[in-house]
């Protein structure tokens, strides 16, 4: 691989160049990319999709696809751990087992596998008589991660370079690829299996996929599928996965003016929101947005306060007057509560005496009594939200929460008693029984869905029919699509003049540079003095 060195005696003899110059010619001429979904996604489609537009996007560019099944089947073939071909499931289980043993000896192993896949392409396609800026720029999409410590070491590597893909799909839709694809000749049981430990092995070095998808930048649906006929390859004209990704890319190349839809907004002031919470268990926030995008009221899980709203909310706070946990007991009181019920289980059933307690406890944790809500002291964001909407005398009828978690079930019956008509939400959360318990009021598909308000303001004329489940208005709980509130800084902050001298549109570049640098940050700390001296 060409290396470029500093060249500090022609800075110093030179001095004539800028600092923001020194830096821009040293930004590195490449991207990486990774995609993360659950089984039956699509993250193979999604990567190839993206690689064709990238293609097209940037020209002379050197667009490289590279997966963590083939790196971690490399890794098999050198260490000899056995991989079982015969069956499409049993050699995904295989590779499954072989990530799970390279994370039990680093959490990010498969990660790193796959940075010195990126090293071997880098080496294969550099030429040492290249320059830094004669390098063709380079793209390399990973597919696909399934871990968090494999994000967070990729994007501590690529800092700004890195951006993570979250491939959104419908449940039903996923399942029925795996039935078609890699799991046709196996049970319902095993498949049930092979989903559960993709989405969460309850390993920390295992897949955990649900954890991973959260951690996403950008959010595309993947839902329809890309093919109607998969022999004769006939596009189906529903599949807008190529200009979901096409915006992404306009974002990222600053080819045109793009600024934030009304979602993006409303999910990135729950994020705000989510910031400001003192809970000790999770951080969670949510926004409450009317029809046409104006924010109602945003709120957070934070613990009750006199007189409306929750601490840390005012201006006149007083840390001697804090009575949240972190700041009075230093103690969860769900956690406190969820013991003292185990305690009890001991005292009242003889043959648990001779179970130690953190055993016990262990053991409980997946059962209902770890999955308790009601002792915690916290009122849930988007309670929150909702009520600090009625405080101000704001109707939420017609309304779109945006949610940084899935509500729980508790949540969810307000939401839908108080008029809400669409939920978005990133992360999971497995406690919620809300589809369970609320699936007459509760609709998970965008394509079936018919909005409550809606169907209000037409009731006279709308062709609703009694018992008609497929055309009963209700409040659509789905993932949310689009920029995530970590890239949204970055997505649409002006940073760059958008118009010449005399007003006509013309983009122009930052002024300094943003994004992964060629050298590490010492050798750029010499040259930027030597450069000075020069001068």
């Known amino acids: 691989m060409a290396v470029v060195q500093p060249q500090y005696a022609n800075a110093s003899n030179d001095g004539s160049k800028k600092s923001n110059t020194l830096l821009n010619d040293l930004v590195s001429r490449e991207l990486i990319f990774a995609v993360v979904g659950p089984v039956g996604s699509g993250t193979s489609w999604v990567a190839t999709a993206l690689k064709e537009r990238l293609n097209n996007a940037i020209p002379n560019s050197e667009v490289v696809i590279l997966k963590a099944s083939q790196a971690i089947k490399s890794w098999a073939e050198v260490t000899n751990f056995p991989i079982d071909d015969s069956s499409k499931l049993s050699r995904a289980e295989s590779l499954q087992n072989a990530g799970d043993t390279i994370r039990a000896k680093d959490t990010a192993g498969v990660a790193v596998s796959l940075i010195a896949e990126i090293i071997k392409q880098r080496e294969k396609n550099s030429g040492d008589e290249q320059t830094h800026k004669e390098q063709p720029f380079r ?39 795996l039935r078609n694809s890699k799991c046709r000749a196996s049970s319902g049981e095993k498949i049930d299996l092979f989903i559960k430990r993709d989405q969460d092995s309850g390993l920390s070095s295992g897949q955990k996929v649900s954890d991973t998808f959260h951690l996403s930048d950008y959010f595309v649906d993947n839902t329809q599928d890309r093919f109607l006929d998969t022999e004769n390859l006939k596009e189906n004209p529903a599949w807008d996965v190529n200009d979901q990704l096409g915006r992404l890319i306009d974002i990222l190349t600053f080819k045109k003016v793009m600024r934030p839809n009304a979602s993006e907004t409303g999910m990135f002031h729950a994020y705000g929101a989510q910031m400001t919470s003192a809970c000790l268990s999770r951080q969670v926030g949510a926004a409450l947005l009317d029809k046409n995008g104006n924010l109602l009221a945003t709120g957070k899980n934070e613990v009750p306060a006199a007189g409306g709203g929750v601490y840390g909310g005012g201006f006149n706070n007083d840390p001697q007057n804090d009575h949240r946990c972190a700041h009075s007991t230093e103690y969860c009181s769900s956690n406190k509560y969820q013991d003292k019920i185990i305690n009890e289980l001991k005292s009242a059933l003889p043959q648990l005496e001779g179970i130690e307690f953190s055993r016990l406890k262990s053991a409980l944790k997946d059962t209902g009594i770890g999955r308790l809500l009601e002792f915690s002291r916290a009122v849930h964001a988007e309670m929150d939200a909702l009520l600090t909407a009625a405080r101000q005398g ?30 978005q939400f990133i992360e999971p959360y497995p406690k919620s029984l809300a589809f369970t318990l609320h ?29 008609d489940p497929e ?53 750029i700390e010499k040259t930027l003095v030597a450069n000075m001296l020069g001068g």
């Not at 890239?487 to 994004?515: C, H, I, T, V």
Request: hydrophobic share 35%; with cysteine.
């Open 139 to 177: 793209v390399y999409i990973l597919d696909s991660l399934k871990n968090p410590a494999e994000v967070s070491l990729l994007r501590s590597v690529y800092q700004e370079a890195f951006c993570l893909i979250g491939v959104v799909c419908e449940t039903e839709k996923s399942l029925n690829r």
């Open 394 to 423: 704001i109707s939420p009828v017609g309304s779109r929460l945006f949610v940084t978690t899935f509500p729980c079930h508790y949540c969810a019956r307000h939401i839908v008693t108080a008029g809400v008509d669409e939920v």
């Open 439 to 467: 699936g007459d009021a509760i609709e998970r598909t965008k394509a079936k869905w018919v909005s409550p308000s809606d169907s209000q303001i037409v009731h006279n004329s709308l062709i609703i029919k009694s018992g």
């Open 471 to 523: 055309n009963t208005p209700k409040v659509l709980f789905r993932p949310f699509t689009g920029v995530a509130p970590r890239l949204y800084r970055q997505a649409f902050l002006k940073d760059r003049k958008l118009k010449d001298g005399q007003g006509q549109m013309n983009f122009g570049e930052p002024e300094w540079s943003s994004g992964l640098l060629s050298e590490n940050y010492q050798s």
